[in-house]
């Protein structure tokens, strides 16, 4: 069945380093796929997608490119600051099938330090 | 601005209770879903519903029941609550076109404690 994989946390970075948090995974048909992101006591919001291969999804800095031939969605941010510590999560649907499931990885926690 | 409200934060039940976990969308969705969040294993689905009294399991539904009466309503319960079911629990509510990749709303979370 499909799935995600993410990078084992967490991951410790001082401020002002470039980020990556990496991302694979498997399916069937053709996935739209997900970054959602967890700050400390709330729920999950979502932070970028895409829906089709070559798509690069960007938000507050953050990107990822769908790339079919690695099947991989890796994040990436240039500078990160305290505040985008959190989990983050990649995510992967299945639409258009939209059988309705949203299928996550493990999660990755990002502590960035002063 | 609040779109999807699990009705506690924080609760903490014995074993062998029955459980009941709340949430409310505010966004006239038809799908509804409830995941559990645990370290490690990402967030699982459990169940969810496409329409009112329809539910659908989903990777873990084992000792977790649903019932959704209301269109606004989908509830969660666990029949006899066990130490295993200590997690965080999440429900979440796309829209019903175009489904997650359009934007999906997360209730904050219940962190539930089972002794």
């Known amino acids: 069945g499909n799935s995600v994989t993410q990078m084992e946390g967490p991951v410790t970075l001082s401020e002002e380093a470039f980020l990556t948090i990496n991302c694979t995974y498997t399916?069937?048909?053709?996935?739209?796929l997900f970054w959602y992101v967890q700050y400390p006591g709330e729920g999950l919001q979502l932070l970028l997608k895409a829906t089709k291969a070559d798509d690069k999804g960007s938000n507050k800095g953050f990107e990822a490119t769908y790339r079919k031939e690695t099947t991989s969605f890796h994040l990436e941010k240039g500078s990160v600051q305290v505040s985008d510590s959190a989990v983050y999560f990649c995510a992967l649907s299945d639409y258009p099938s939209n059988t309705g499931k949203l299928i996550f990885g493990q999660g990755t926690t990002l502590q960035v330090k002063p | 601005d609040v779109k999807v409200t699990q009705s506690s934060r924080y609760l903490v039940k014995r074993t062998g209770e029955k459980v009941f976990l709340e949430c409310v969308q505010d966004m006239d969705h038809e799908n509804m879903f409830w995941y559990r969040q645990d370290p490690g294993l990402g967030l699982r689905l459990i169940y969810f519903s496409y329409d009112v009294k329809m539910k659908e399991k989903g990777d873990i539904p084992e000792g977790y029941s649903v019932s959704r009466e209301k269109k606004e309503r989908f509830s969660l319960i666990l029949e006899s609550a066990s130490t295993n079911q200590t997690s965080m629990y999440l429900c979440a509510s796309p829209p019903g076109v175009g489904g997650w990749n359009t934007e999906a709303f997360f209730g904050q979370g219940t962190r539930l404690t089972v002794v």
């Open positions: 399916a069937t048909g053709y996935p739209s």
